[in-house]
């Protein structure tokens, strides 16, 4: 097991288009998180999976965001009609249901979004 | 709400030297507190955690002591390496589940030899 995989690593994209990103865990994790990271700033949560049921959505994950996680696996994050602020670091964790507590979470590299 | 307040960076100190990042918190609950490290191109790391109020959690040579008075959880090394340099976050989870984290805006530190 590589960890957690994220893809692409980085992308650039033009205000208004759709972006979409790719997590896939640790294969025996079923909770699945993403975080966005902002220059100079701390991880937010946006929202979390446990296998493939959408458990909590942060405030922050507006209506132009959708997260998905169809068979329980990997996830994906959409971006509709991006903006500027949306340029982040788009992280993804996972973890054991209950072990977050006490062992953290396993986070990716990220995906760097640029919106120009 | 929930927050963390992190000492604000960058920090660069000598190899060898003493190092203190000083982390406060607020929280509804009765937290969790963790120290994460981001090395450069990589992903967070968990460096060390405690649980509960007086927990000394320890990894690495780094330390940090969970204070329910202060409402702190300093990070502290007796002698860092240049190997050390990366972005430390303070965190804090809430709850049995620890369903999210709420993350400081982390200190970058620089270690030169």
């Known amino acids: 097991d590589t960890g957690v995989s994220q893809d692409p690593r980085h992308k650039i994209t033009k205000r208004g288009q759709n972006v979409t990103f790719r997590c896939d865990p640790i294969?025996?994790?079923?909770?699945l998180y993403w975080y966005r990271q902002t220059l100079g700033q701390g991880p937010e949560f946006l929202t979390y999976?446990?296998?493939?049921?959408?458990?909590?959505k942060s405030r922050l994950l507006s209506d132009r965001f959708s997260a998905e996680r169809p068979k329980g696996s990997f996830s994906t994050l959409e971006i509709q009609r991006t903006e500027q602020g949306d340029s982040a670091m788009y992280l993804c964790?996972?973890?054991?249901?209950?072990?977050?507590?006490?062992?953290?979470?396993?986070f990716g590299s990220g995906t760097r979004l640029t919106v120009v | 709400g929930n927050s963390v307040t992190q000492m604000e960076g960058p920090v660069t100190l000598s190899e060898e030297a003493f190092l203190t990042i000083n982390c406060t918190y607020t929280?509804?609950?009765?937290?969790?507190l963790f120290w994460y490290v981001q090395y450069p191109g990589e992903g967070l790391q968990l460096l060390l955690k405690?649980?509960?109020?007086?927990d000394k959690g320890s990894n690495k040579g780094f330390e940090a002591t969970y204070r329910k008075e202060t409402t702190s959880f300093h990070l502290e090394k007796g002698s860092v390496q240049v190997s050390d340099s990366a972005v430390y976050f303070c965190?804090?989870?809430?709850?049995?589940?620890?369903?999210?984290?709420?993350f400081g805006t982390g200190t970058s530190l620089t270690v030169i030899p």
């Open positions: 964790a996972s973890s054991l249901s209950g072990a977050g507590l006490n062992y953290g979470y396993t």
């Open positions: 294969s025996e994790h079923n909770r």
């Open positions: 999976f446990q296998n493939e049921a959408q458990l909590e």
């Open positions: 929280a509804t609950g009765y937290p969790s």
């Open positions: 405690a649980t509960k109020a007086d």
């Open positions: 965190a804090l989870s809430v709850g049995n589940t620890g369903n999210q984290f709420y």
